[in-house]
């Protein structure tokens, strides 16, 4: 593994662990295996090093999506792909789940948020995205005509929860399990 490739992951699993505060560049340095001086030759800044870190994990994350991806399928199938798919990697990568959501709960994922939520923009692998599935959903009388932000709010709120409760360990999740949820966070969002 490189010294960037090393410094991107000890910043997801400290950030992960710590939040953005606890995190300082000497112990991200120290954790990666490399002299302090050394994070500045790839990242100007800290700012800089964490939208890296979440560029990188969110490529990830957009490659296991993109795998197998059913464009010629309905909506409620594209929908399915998505939520089977996010919780599966959430579940595999939990330093990366807890990194996503202290990236998606800062001032630096805000701004992210309102840009999925309310631009035209498509992934970066070019499938569709989950708003435009909404809207296509709804234009076609699947899905109930609610303000995007709610749609959101149930098809995400629900399998980041799910993933939460199994990471800590509360319900164990196995393919059955996870596939029973997408079908009742279908009947939640479905006309």
Not at 140 to 147: H, V
Request: some cysteine; charged content about 25%; aromatic content about 12%.
């Amino acid at each position: 593994m490189d010294k960037r490739t090393k410094i991107l992951k000890a910043a997801m699993e400290l950030i992960a662990e710590n939040g953005f505060h606890g995190s300082p560049m000497a112990t991200i340095a120290n954790r990666a295996g490399v002299g302090a001086g050394t994070i500045y030759r790839y990242f100007a800044d800290k700012d800089v090093l964490i939208n890296e870190t979440f560029k990188e994990v969110e490529g990830r994350l957009n490659g296991v999506l993109a795998e197998n991806y059913p464009a010629d399928r309905s909506v409620r199938e594209r929908l399915y792909h998505y939520y089977i798919g996010l919780i599966g990697f959430f579940i595999e990568n939990p330093m990366e789940f807890k990194f996503l959501g202290q990236y998606y709960d800062s001032p630096y994922g805000v701004a992210l948020r309102r840009e999925k939520i309310f631009s035209q923009s498509s992934n970066d692998y070019g499938s569709e995205t989950i708003k435009s599935l909404f809207e296509q959903g709804i234009a076609a009388g699947e899905i109930k005509d609610l303000p995007i932000v709610i749609l959101f709010a149930l098809f995400i709120g629900s399998l980041i929860s799910v993933s939460r409760d199994h990471i800590f360990g509360f319900i164990q999740l196995d393919r059955r399990l996870a596939e029973q949820t997408a079908d009742a966070c279908w009947d939640a969002i479905k006309r």
